[in-house]
DNA sequence: CTTTGCACTTGCATAATGCAAGCAAAATTA
DNA sequence: TAATTTTGCTTGCATTATGCAAGTGCAAAG
């Protein structure tokens, strides 16, 4: 299920063992977006994972430290998922796949208005995103 | 075999449906390295990529617009691919990869020497990088 | 003109993905 | 309190992708 041997030592390799597939920044990028979720928000994205499928992914980002999942203050019928430091770590480069992606593909109008703040001054935005997301995990 | 319809108008989404996978960035960072590589040359990268599993990686990003493939100057029998301004683009999302990769994972050496270069001045560096293998191509 | 190198293809076994349905515990409603 | 709904999964099964080994066709070298 997940990765058992390493195919090399080079890092993009052993980044993409960890999330190289195409669901696992999707979660990511909703933690970012709400900064905690719970199992039926995932299912409500956009892109419609599978439920087994969401349940795998949310199991090795855990495996690998990049989500915790915790009890949702009220109820005990949900779970609440949340970025580790690690997790929130992909952040410049959840920035960069959007900066790539706005100037080849067509985006929706949020992201636009959003990347234009990135591009006024990435490093502001990004120090100021991560620590929103810091805050909310401590 | 390639994406038929998308997922989501979300950029993170778009990019994935290219390169979300396993192989597909180890192929560019290949392409990102040596500037030009052989059918022969990715076979020999650490990772023991499949052959089957190359040629379809390769037609999915040439078909995306990542490389291109060209004639080896001197030999018929050989084919050279190359990165295109849009697979260069993703040379900013490659060095946060390694950065993510450095602060979690083990790295060979030549590649901290080279990070090392990266933290100094980041833009600088992939400014300098960018335009190398822009040349290369032009 | 035979052998080797190169860029793939093909066949087949195994693993991952996707869809629909099911299920137990908690919460809500009647 | 009993019945219904919500929530977070799991299970079964069909489809697709991956991985391995062997094979093919053309170019080049000997």
Known sequence: MADS???SDCPISSSLEVWGDKWSLLIVRDLMFAKQCTYGDFLKSGEKIATNILAS???TLE???IIT??????SKAKV???LTQKGIDLLPLMVEINLWAEKYYDLPEDRKAMLSEVKKDKEGFIKKMANDLKESIS
């Open 63 to 65: 495996e690998n430290g």
């Open 57 to 59: 992914r949310l199991q």
């Open 5 to 7: 041997k390493k195919r």
């Open 80 to 82: 609440l998922y949340q």
């Open 69 to 74: 999942k915790s009890d949702h203050p009220g």
